[in-house]
């Protein structure tokens, strides 16, 4: 493994354990060029997955994209971080469980809306408002009415 700080092509490894429920291994590593001290992480990837966006382009898919789009509506929330880091390692095996290499963005985007409202609803409305392009008021009053509606039929079963 690289080091990020100086490039020395041979780094140590220090410290090793499971990760994300034993979902990934946590390495603690040392270069031995520069004494920098990095962690990487190593997970199963079962297939390499591409995002067609809207307009058609395709893209490879990036983890981080996904944790930032996570990340963003959850800002301030009261959620753990693990329990985001939980969040997207079951979006990522949702799509590849799929069995396929394309996914269209708006099927991850339905996955993160799914995971959103087991997290927090505010951020799930947060989320919904860019995601389905609210453009005033009512386009809000009407997602929470239809949410408010979910909760109680969820509370009466």
Do not use: W
Request: hydrophobic share 35%.
């Amino acid at each position: 493994m690289k080091c990020p700080y100086c490039h020395h092509l041979d780094t140590q490894v220090k410290d090793s354990r499971q990760a994300e429920e034993g979902g990934a291994i946590r390495r603690r590593r040392i270069c031995p060029n520069c004494d920098s001290r990095f962690t990487t992480f190593e997970r199963v990837q079962l297939r390499e997955l591409t995002v067609i966006k809207e307009d058609g382009r395709h893209e490879t898919f990036n983890r981080e994209k996904l944790l930032r789009s996570l990340h963003l509506p959850l800002q301030k929330r009261p959620v753990d971080i693990a329990d985001i880091e939980l969040a997207l390692n079951s979006i990522i095996r949702r799509l590849e469980e799929t069995g396929e290499s394309d996914v269209k963005s708006r099927v991850i985007g339905e996955y993160v809306m799914d995971m959103l409202a087991t997290l927090d609803s505010v951020a799930y409305v947060r989320y919904a408002s860019i995601y389905k392009d609210f453009r005033e008021i009512s386009d809000f009053n009407a997602f929470v009415g239809n949410l408010n509606e979910k909760i109680q039929e969820n509370a009466e079963t």
